[in-house]
């Protein structure tokens, strides 16, 4: 899941100041932001007394099923159209992406309320861990499955560094440094520990991320109807 | 070309020695360091952004000594530059002179005195050993044809005694695989560790310079114990330089026993003084 932390309250004000904002309209999230503790009923509501005392008036508020689900977003500022209308913002406690799926849903100005950090494990309630960073070229089938991109600050893919210490990180001292847990966890698998990963692509990893399932499939719904004309015109290629 | 990779082949015992370029633009401090140190050491390392510290960079200081009449190891991190600048600077520092290169990871950004900065780590350094390896044999890490190919000598760093020494080996061997043909290790405190590290890396067929570092005081090994990453004062030698009567005499006298030692179980010395430069000659045993 995405994790989300609270952004400076004092940057949220900062915001509307500049907008000169006096009604606020709250959209949360019930997906990440409402188990991250970040942007789900208790904290909108939170919010909501906050900016109350602060003189503003909040029009209402809403807790998107999935706040960065276009279609539903723009379902769930259909539901609240006159209480959106009232607003002269809207504050987002959801991660980035939300924030921009609202903003693409509104005509209002739209406002961050949470900072996004990570794509998280839940380790258990409250815990969270990032493991992976969605480099789009995973290396996990060679590293028996620790993650070096993602949980070595340095990224490095071949390890240890010249700081790791009795089995320690250099710069997170208080963990164990990901290539001695690499290798050994290699090792206990009886796995080659002598490999070294070549350079990563990050080709792979290209900004923005895109990807259209439907198109795909169109697409090779036409290949394959171009092979057929192409088998009974005689067999080409062959 | 690189007299210092010939010694090292003909067997000779050899000395290297360390020279940090100035946060500035003048070079009077480093050049009297060169001078000091220079004709003790058959090379000098020139460090690059040491402790993730910004100096002016080690292609230009390594030219300089050059031309000072005294062989560079120019140093290459993999914290600074992309693979696109790492491989430009490869070729630089082979047009400027430079024969031999120590390629290191770096530390990380956290520790030095640009905390923001972004640490790139676009390669790490057995993969940019690799690429140096493929420069030298005239064409780039994608496989295209340079014009004028570079021959330099690759070394590494090692650590000898930092634990587990099962993983440290297995990095070592990596990257002697991947084309390092020298090592400097980090400061050596026990010479059997050292023969150890160094009957493995014989057989991989490389050379090992052990790290000597001058233990000049008990504010450096306190620095040592608590700060720097990878590396341990053991608490005999720290109780040795620390009830000395004159610490820095006891550790000069130290570092003169380990060089010694040394001689007798690897391929050279690299000299980490600390400011102490003068004492050198008498570290090396050559004041006589
Ligand atoms: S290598 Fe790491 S960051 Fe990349 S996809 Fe795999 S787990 Fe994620
Ligand atoms: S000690 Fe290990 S985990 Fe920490 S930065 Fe170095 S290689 Fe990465």
Known sequence: MIITRPREWSRIMANLDELGAKRVFIMGCGQCATVADTGGEKEILQAKAKLEQEGREVTGWAVGEVACHLGGTKLEARKHHGDLAAADAVLVLTCGAGVQTVADSTDKPVFPGLESVFLGNVIRHGVFEERCQMCGDCVLDATAGICPVTTCPKGLLNGPCGGMWNGKCEVLTDRDCTHVRIQRRLTEQGRNVLAVLPPKDFAKKLKPGSVNLRQDKKRAAAAVRSDDAASTGGGAGE | ?288
């Open chain 2, 1 to 288: 070309m690189s007299k210092f990779r010939d010694a090292l082949l003909a067997g000779e015992f050899v000395i290297t020695g360390e020279v940090a370029p100035p946060l500035g633009t003048d070079l009077a401090g480093l050049k009297r360091s060169v001078e000091i140190l220079g004709p003790h050491c058959h090379a000098l390392n020139i460090t690059d952004n040491q402790g993730a510290t910004l100096h002016l960079s080690s292609l230009a200081a390594s030219r300089v000594v050059l031309d000072m009449g005294v062989e560079p190891i120019f140093q290459q991190t993999c914290r600074d530059r992309n693979r696109l600048a790492l491989q430009s600077d490869l070729l630089a520092a082979w047009t400027l002179g430079l024969r031999n290169v120590l390629v290191v990871t770096g530390d990380d950004p956290r520790a030095g005195d640009h905390p923001q900065a972004k640490g790139v780590f676009d390669l790490d350094s057995t993969q940019l050993m690799s690429i140096v390896r493929g420069m030298n044999a005239g064409h780039d890490m994608m496989g295209r044809e340079l014009s004028g190919a570079t021959d330099l000598y690759i070394g590494g760093a090692m650590f000898p005694e930092a634990e587990p020494w099962d993983i440290q080996l297995t990095r070592a061997l990596r990257k002697a695989e991947a084309g390092a043909e020298f090592f400097q290790t980090q400061a050596v405190f026990d010479i059997d560790k050292l023969a150890r590290a160094t009957e493995e890396m014989h057989a991989a067929g490389a050379k090992v310079i052990a790290g000597i570092l001058l233990l000049k005081g008990p504010r450096v090994i306190d620095f040592i114990n608590n700060k720097l990453a990878g590396l341990m004062v053991p608490a005999h030698i720290e109780r040795r330089i620390k009830d000395a009567a004159d610490p820095a005499a006891e550790a000069i006298k130290l570092a003169r026993e380990q060089v010694a030692a040394c001689r007798e179980v690897c391929d050279g010395v690299h000299i980490m003084p600390l400011g102490l430069d003068s004492a050198v000659p008498h570290i090396l045993g050559v004041d006589a």
